[in-house]
């Protein structure tokens, strides 16, 4: 299975999956860091992909999404943001309503 494929299946399988650098125990960046504590404020059940463990799925996420960085957040398959758009939809309650569709 080709990169792109198993992005694919990960996505597609997982209701929320976080891209991200690291673990939810030891991000590895700040900006994971960031994400995890969002998504854990907002008692979100997600599989975490820890991007820095595969070089293919590192480079292979930004192409997915065409999004050049990471942490990559998707919710029910669809690309949702970083986290600065994490930050932004946590704050007025759009990624809480988003994610309650995930319980």
């Known amino acids: 299975m080709d990169t792109q494929a198993k992005i694919k299946e990960t996505v597609t399988a997982n209701p929320v999956v976080l891209f991200m650098k690291g673990s939810p125990k030891f991000p590895q960046c700040g900006f994971s860091n960031l994400a995890t504590q969002i998504l ?29 960085t990471i ?8 690309f949702v943001g ?9 704050e007025n309650g759009e990624l809480q309503t ?4 995930t319980k």
Request: net charge negative.
């Open 40 to 68: 854990d404020a907002c008692e979100a059940a997600y599989v975490a992909v820890d991007v820095l463990q595969d070089q293919d799925v590192r480079e292979g996420i930004k192409e997915y999404a065409n999004w050049p």
């Open 71 to 78: 942490p990559q957040l998707y919710v029910q398959g669809e």
């Open 82 to 90: 970083g986290s600065d758009i994490m930050k932004a939809m946590y």
């Open 98 to 101: 988003l994610l309650a569709g």
